[in-house]
């Protein structure tokens, strides 16, 4: 069975992934192309932009080479990526993965490091897992007004096990979708805050343990400007 499921932002440097990753599940996360040019409008019987097809287009020709993107019924932007990263947990915990790994497009997993926590997870240890820990006051844009800050993982890599997945995207679902009244559009924030809700909710009932826990589990990338990441800043 497959013990980690890797999920990227936005696609990117697939290629080193892969070589890396033979064997599991690697997924690249990309919602529908979006040049956010124009008005919004509610008119029936519009069309995608140029851009918007050209992109769409050779999405379909990698999808087709490769079969391991993952699409997102939403648009790419960079306000969704709360979303986009419930959607990574929610596919990871429902395709058997014992460990979700959410890593930006500018990183490397470290496979050893990522077997080691593997091996140290239980199924019934919540564990979220990141390269460094905020104490999450260091910017008050990063909470809203009224809501006591939390750690929480930098958002270049961090790992949801399997339990800690579980919790977010079926016994607490509405919580963590609907983040309105207590979150931001800065998924790693909201990712904290994830575990935070779910340590209140089930610690101490026996079903669970949890663990925040800082872990090398990523490097940067040497050539991060190809991939999707490349056609993504050409917005």
Known sequence: SEEISVATQEGG?????RRKAAGWAVKFLIGMPYDNKGPASNAQG???????????NELMAEQKEF?????????????????KTFQMLDHGYHIGAQNILKID?????????????????????????????????????????????VPYMSGVAYVFSRALAKIVTVDMRDKA???????????????????????????????YTFTRKTKSIARNLENPDKGHLRLLRRQ
């Open 13 to 17: 440097e697939q290629s080193g992934v």
């Open 105 to 149: 497009v500018d990183m490397c997993p470290m496979i050893e490091k990522l077997k080691e926590l593997a091996s140290e997870t239980d199924k019934n240890n919540a564990r979220y897992t990141g390269n460094y820990v905020f104490n999450g006051d260091e910017y008050k844009s990063m909470y809203r007004e009224g809501q006591p800050p």
């Open 177 to 207: 979708v609907w983040w309105a009244s207590w979150g931001t559009l800065s998924e790693d924030t909201n990712a904290g805050r994830w575990y935070q809700y779910a340590k209140e909710a089930y610690e101490g009932k026996g079903e």
């Open 46 to 56: 519009q069309i995608a932009s140029d851009w918007e097809v050209e992109m769409t």
């Open 67 to 83: 079969g391991d993107i993952l699409p997102l019924a939403q648009r790419e932007t960079y306000r969704d990526l709360g979303e």
